[in-house]
């Protein structure tokens, strides 16, 4: 195997900015979570991967792209110079290898972070080296700056999550009066109230779920009740995305919940077992915002109460906005700040 592949970078390189990921399982996801935030700047930008698979995937998979792998300080250090208009380089992740690419002062380091990272990194003093941190939301930053309380020459900006711009505008239309039912393979109970509140539930409801089978005599029974909107198919984040947008109630088992669900405006349902405290719910900011519930019955009352007064409406949207920001995310401040690049 090789050390090194820039055979896809343009012979003429104009590129400004590249993205890095030395993750040496996750570099793809962490790439294709920034992928289409990066084509809508409108500019050429190459992306450095450290592992040889990875750099193979990417290219199979997206063939138009200015993808390059490398293993040493040495091979990397060949690939800045082939990049002479170089001024920007994008952290995904805070691996040791990046101290490969930091070593060179001429260039702006700033760390973007993957998906999940704003509240699942654990912060330290390696992140002093970067030149700016940014950061989805004001939560990050605090974490950050509890974590490591001098930060020395290190810019914090807060830029929202651009990738979720468009789930957030869609959002702001009105919704139908519908149920989304997200049932985790594990959670029988969530099958047990789809039959319990039968007559309590909005009339359309969707039902997203991995135990198709169990639910197939469910189905029969909606059909007989003119509940044509019920689906059911193997669960996985695309799918939620689609049919969640216009949804008004959201009913889940606690393992699922992210921040990402506070991005659908809606009140959340949370399903944990008598065993488990609402407290392990992570990050700690979700425990306030959601609704929770252990037997068929606390649904029940809980489902009437919202309907007459969604109490936790406002500290649901001050949590969402302090997660994600919506001013950004809205203002787009992520292109803003590459265009300054």
């Known amino acids: 195997m090789a050390d090194i592949n820039k055979t896809r970078l343009r012979k003429a390189s104009s590129n400004r900015f590249m993205l890095h990921s030395a993750d040496s399982k ?13 084509v809508s700047i409108g500019q050429n930008f190459s992306i450095l991967v450290r592992d040889e698979k990875i750099f193979i995937k990417l290219s199979s998979t997206f063939p138009s792209l200015e993808v ?15 990049q002479p208009l170089l001024q920007s380089i994008l952290y995904t992740s805070n691996s040791v290898k990046n101290i490969h690419l930091l ?28 030149d700016e941190f ?16 001098n930060l020395g020459h290190l810019t914090l900006k807060v830029i929202g999550k651009p990738q979720t711009a468009p789930r957030l505008l869609k959002n702001r239309k009105n919704k139908e009066d519908v149920l989304f039912l997200y049932v985790n393979k594990d959670s029988k109970i969530l099958l047990e109230i789809v039959y319990y509140c039968f007559s309590f539930i909005p009339q359309k409801m969707y039902v997203v779920t991995q ?58 349902f949370i399903f944990i077992d008598e065993k488990v405290n609402k407290y392990m719910i992570f990050p700690e900011v979700l425990q306030d915002v959601c609704y929770f519930f252990t037997t068929k019955e606390e649904l029940l009352e809980l489902l ?27 203002n787009n401040t992520f292109l803003q700040e590459m265009k300054k690049i």
């Open 211 to 268: 135990e198709t089978k169990k639910l197939d005599k469910l189905e029969d029974v909606m059909r007989l009740k003119n509940q044509t909107s019920f689906l059911h198919r193997v669960g996985n984040e695309e799918l939620v995305d689609e049919f969640i947008s216009e949804k008004s109630i959201i009913i889940l088992d606690g393992k699922q919940l992210n921040p990402y669900m506070l991005l659908y405006n809606v009140p959340l």
């Open 26 to 38: 996750l570099a793809f996801t962490h790439v294709k979570f920034w992928l289409e935030a990066f």
């Open 103 to 130: 070593r060179f002062n001429h260039l702006k380091h700033i760390f973007i972070g993957t998906k999940n990272s704003d509240w699942l990194s654990s912060f330290n003093k390696s992140y002093r080296a970067y």
């Open 68 to 82: 390059c792998y490398a293993k040493t300080p040495l091979d990397v250090e060949e690939i800045i110079n082939t």
């Open 134 to 149: 940014w950061a989805g939301g004001t939560y990050t930053l605090e974490r950050l700056q509890q974590a490591v309380p």
């Open 304 to 330: 009437q109460n919202v309907r007459k007064n969604d109490s936790l409406e406002k500290i649901r949207k001050e949590c969402m906005n302090y997660l994600f920001n919506e001013e950004a995310i809205v």
